[in-house]
């Protein structure tokens, strides 16, 4: 910018080329939003299962009992070699047979999973076995669909309840604050009903399975409930409807067919319809 400078006697002086203004920069605002995309993608990326882990990795995190995401992320990589029919992955069924006595429902649920994926392993099949006695009704179902893959019926009186309304028990003893209403659809580990215990802490109670609540509710807000008292039903969701019917479709018996032809009032979807059609037909061929 150049400003005109006049001297004492009149004259005009050589015009004076004054500094430009710097704009302040917003440097700060670009590392905020890059921070902004940079994080949210390194968590997802550190916890996302389809990452690649080699082999150290997947002994180490498999055996990390005090982060059962790193358990369950071996055990998807377990998975994948397995179906890739890689035979090096052997080397890791005993950590996998650990896993499925873990601490943590989910690490056993996808324990169960991962082990059906190799219906030649014996040590596999008796721990899913042993999975049917599970206290958590995920990982017992998860060992009953499994199992099928051994051509082992033992988990076919799981594989019914999959079909039939859940029966969901309080875990504790107290007053009901709030419940969930009737037609509620609640996926597994979704916030069912609040329950104040005797010592006045707000106990939060999960929905065990997935499912629908159904009519009639066993006990209405403000009721006191014992400990594995009733309090609600879960109609069965469509997904663990297929899962079953396609099981029992290769170790169903004829007492089945009444249970599988009442699950499809329940479901009322045609797909539904059309593999109770063929489990029921497959049935029948064998009976």
């Known amino acids: 910018m150049e400003k005109e400078v006049v001297n004492p006697n009149g004259a005009s002086a050589q015009p004076v080329v004054l500094p430009a203004k710097k704009r302040p920069t917003n440097w700060w ?5 890059a921070l902004f995309i940079i994080v949210p993608f390194l968590t997802w990326y550190g916890t996302w299962f389809g990452r690649e882990l ?3 990795k997947i002994a180490e995190y498999v055996a990390d009992e005090k982060n059962p995401r790193h358990v ?10 397995i179906e890739k029919n890689d035979a090096s992955v ?19 649920k996808t324990a169960a999973w991962v082990m059906g994926q190799d219906n030649t392993s014996e040590d596999f099949h008796r721990a899913l076995l042993e999975l049917l006695k599970d206290q958590e009704p995920l990982v017992r179902r998860n ?4 199992l099928v893959r051994f051509g082992d019926a033992s988990g076919r009186p799981e594989l019914r309840a999959m079909l039939q309304s859940f029966e969901v028990k309080s875990s ?4 009901l604050l709030s419940i969930l209403p009737v037609g509620a659809k609640l996926r597994a580990g979704a916030m069912l009903a609040r329950i104040r215990d005797a ?12 499912g629908a609540i159904t009519n009639p509710i066993v006990i209405k807000e403000g009721d006191t409930l014992a400990k594995d008292q009733t309090i609600a039903w879960l109609l069965p969701d469509h997904t663990s409807i297929l899962e079953a019917l396609r099981a029992l479709a290769y170790i169903g018996k004829k007492d089945d067919l009444p249970i599988i032809d009442s699950c ?6 045609a797909e539904a319809a059309q593999q109770a059609s063929v489990t029921a037909k497959a049935i029948r061929s064998r009976n």
Request: net charge negative; no cysteine.
């Open 29 to 33: 605002l670009v590392v905020v939003a």
């Open 54 to 56: 080699s082999d150290e």
């Open 72 to 81: 369950q992320h071996a055990l998807a990589q377990i998975e994948q070699r």
């Open 90 to 108: 052997k080397k890791f069924y005993p950590q996998v047979i650990a896993a499925s006595k873990s601490a943590t429902g989910e690490v056993r």
């Open 143 to 146: 060992a009953a669909l499994q």
């Open 172 to 175: 504790t003893a107290g007053t």
């Open 199 to 210: 010592s006045g802490n707000v106990q939060e109670f999960r929905a065990p399975v997935d």
């Open 264 to 269: 499809t009032q329940v479901d009322g979807s």
